[in-house]
C-alpha cells in the first residue's frame, strides 16, 4: 500500500500479514535521484563513518560484525523525536548496486547478535 507520493520519492508500506510480529513492519522506499552516482548514494547512506557526519539524529553507529563485503551487522542509537523515544537497535544491513539500472538496493532489518542482548 503507497503511504506517500513526492515528486521524486514513493513509500510503500506491507500490509499486515496473520502471525506477523506485532510493533514490525515493512517499509519500502523508493527514490529518484538524478545526477547522482549509485555508488556515491550507497555510501552516503550505508557508510557507518559518513553517516555520523550528516544524520543529525544518530546518537552513536557501529559495526558490530562484518559477514562480507556486503552485509553487515550495526548497532544504532538515535535521539528521540515527537513522541518517540531515545532508542537503540541492532540491524542488520545489505546493500548492492546495480551497476547497469543504477539501482541502489539497501535492506536492514532486526538482528541479534551476542554482544547486544534484547533489553526487557
Known amino acids: 500500500e503507497r503511504i506517500l507520493e513526492r515528486d521524486w520519492v514513493q513509500l510503500y508500506r506491507k500490509k499486515k500479514t496473520p502471525g506477523e510480529t506485532p510493533g514490525i513492519r515493512t517499509l519500502l522506499c523508493k527514490a529518484f535521484l538524478r545526477g547522482v552516482p549509485p555508488i556515491a548514494l550507497a555510501h552516503l547512506l550505508n557508510n557507518v563513518e559518513v553517516r555520523s557526519k550528516w544524520d543529525e539524529n544518530l546518537l552513536a553507529m557501529y559495526t558490530v560484525e562484518r559477514i562480507d563485503e556486503a552485509n553487515e551487522i550495526v548497532y ?11 532508542r537503540d537497535f541492532v540491524l542488520c544491513c545489505s ?4 551497476q547497469d539500472t543504477g539501482t541502489v538496493y539497501i535492506l ?9 542482548p534484547r533489553r526487557k
Open 95 to 98: 546493500s548492492k548496486v546495480d
Open 108 to 116: 536492514s532489518g532486526p538482528a541479534h547478535h551476542e554482544r547486544y
Open 76 to 86: 544504532t542509537a538515535v535521539k528521540g523525536f515527537g513522541p518517540v523515544k531515545k
